[in-house]
């Protein structure tokens, strides 16, 4: 790594990480009788109705926002950052991620009078190309805090030797970021937090480029500097899609928060762990800390905190899946709240979590679900969408996914579900309507123009 250039830092990072899978303790088990389920969440909404409006401002007025951007989107095919994927046009414009979230926090600054500085952690994969769009936008500028923070790199490991991977065809690819975890150690090495603090802010707000709804939010802003806590987390209500995925306990020996992953799960505790009533809450990986509680949890762990290790099983070349196996060690955000005594938690509905992680979630984001206002808010009426499921061998690449929306995707107005089997392509003005379900033809098929496709497949002519 250091003949790669890498930092003492991001070395000092690996390590611990090798070192914990090295000797198994990635595999240590969050017991069910160890922990206390979360109950008694406050809302977003009873925050809203509780809090001094006019004092919110001067708490926002503290704030600064940063967004994790270090994702290529390889699962949709991407070879840039996920942030540059368009999401829906707005006044005649194609809006992509990042000019979303640029016109988010310019509208915040001209509506609240507010300077709320705007921080991407890049990855060295996504940071040439996300900066290029930040430094041409002419109405967007910022001095005294970086636009950037770099995250670190570290060797993909051979699941077979248990040593850093060669791959000659690509020597690029031998290298992977070390999950947002390592957030953390890159706010520490790059000077981030000493900016913040000499510019008068107090708060930071962290969430994913690939989720609009998490912007920000001088109502959370105000709540978190009322609780006094050092960390805070976005929880949102487990769904029935949710019960596979990590959630958030309280640790019986310590009292503290605790972000517990399915793969932390005993298989004897699986029944406990899906119970969405038991656990109702999830974490949004949207999170609000207090810089200078940071800076102190930083210092005495000398950059690098003790978060659970993450192993993640891939092959050497994501897009080849018959290339060398390898794993990739991460460590998750989150799971960060552990360490600090008195973290809190606010539940968000789901204005607050729109994330984009598949085509399938894309095709509702571009769809007439959502109206993009003009604040930058992705607007919709329910925010209860429909199940969608498109065949991933003709929708899963993005390019293939667009090559079969020519005229954009359909209607999901009076949609209930959407299940899409077989190569589709759709012609303009086609509306899906209650459980709308496509069989696959064994060729490729289409669907004409103004066309309403349902339960029974494309609706005849005579239909109603």
């Not at 270090?70 to 095919?77: E, Q, R, V």
């Not at 310019?106 to 705007?118: E, I, N, S, Y």
């Not at 970086?146 to 077979?160: D, L, N, V």
Request: aromatic share 10%; hydrophobic share 35%.
């Amino acid at each position: 790594m250091r003949k790669h250039g890498m930092t003492d830092m991001a070395i000092a990072q690996f390590r611990r990480l090798y070192e914990v899978w090295r000797n198994e303790e990635a595999s240590s088990w969050v017991r069910e009788d160890e922990v206390e389920p979360l109950v008694s969440v406050p809302s977003f909404h009873d925050v809203y109705e509780t809090i001094n409006h006019d004092k919110a401002v001067d708490a926002f007025a503290k704030t600064a926002f940063l967004k994790l951007n270090g994702g290529l989107g390889t699962s949709m095919g991407l070879d840039c950052a996920k942030s540059l994927l368009p999401v829906r046009r707005h006044k005649a414009r194609q809006m992509r991620f990042i000019d979303i979230i640029i016109g988010q926090v310019l509208t915040a600054r001209t509506r609240l009078g507010v300077d709320l500085p705007l921080t991407l952690m890049n990855s060295f994969r996504t940071s040439k190309d996300t900066m290029k769009v930040l430094q041409t936008n002419k109405k967007f500028h910022q001095e005294d805090i970086p636009m950037e923070i770099i995250q670190h790199q570290e060797p993909k490991i051979s699941a077979e030797t248990g040593m850093p991977v060669s791959f000659p065809a690509n020597p690029e690819l031998e290298w992977c970021p070390p999950g947002h975890g390592d957030l953390f150690s890159t706010i520490w090495e790059s000077g981030l937090l000493d900016a913040l603090e000499a510019q008068g802010f107090k708060y930071l707000f962290i969430s994913n480029s690939d989720n609009l709804g998490a912007r920000p939010s001088r109502t959370l802003a105000q709540h978190f500097e009322n609780t006094g806590a050092p960390f805070m987390i976005e929880v949102a209500k487990r769904t029935p899609a949710d019960h596979k995925g990590g959630h958030i306990v309280r640790d019986k020996a310590t009292g503290r928060l605790m972000l517990r992953e399915m793969s932390q799960v005993h298989p004897d505790d699986k029944d406990d762990a899906q119970n969405i009533d038991k656990h109702p809450y999830f974490n949004t990986n949207s999170i609000w800390v207090r810089i200078d509680a940071l800076k102190a949890k930083l210092a005495s762990y000398d950059g690098v905190l003790p978060l659970p290790v993450i192993r993640n099983k891939k092959t050497v070349d994501p897009t080849d899946p018959t290339s060398e196996p390898v794993i990739q060690l991460e460590t998750a955000m989150g799971a960060a709240v552990s360490l600090f005594d008195g973290a809190t938690c606010v539940c968000v509905d789901r204005m607050r979590f729109l994330p984009v992680k598949t085509t399938d979630d894309l095709f509702i984001m571009r769809s007439d679900r959502f109206h993009l206002t003009d604040q930058y808010e992705m607007e919709d009426g329910n925010y209860i969408f429909p199940d969608v499921h498109l065949d991933a061998r003709y929708y899963k690449n993005i390019h293939d996914f667009d090559a079969r929306f020519p005229y954009g995707v359909p209607s999901l107005a009076a949609a209930k579900s959407v299940d899409i089997d077989g190569d589709w392509t759709f012609g303009r003005d086609v509306m899906l309507f209650s459980d709308a379900r496509l069989e696959d033809q064994g060729e490729p098929s289409y669907v004409p123009n103004g066309e309403y496709v349902g339960p029974q497949g494309v609706e005849p002519d005579d239909w109603v």
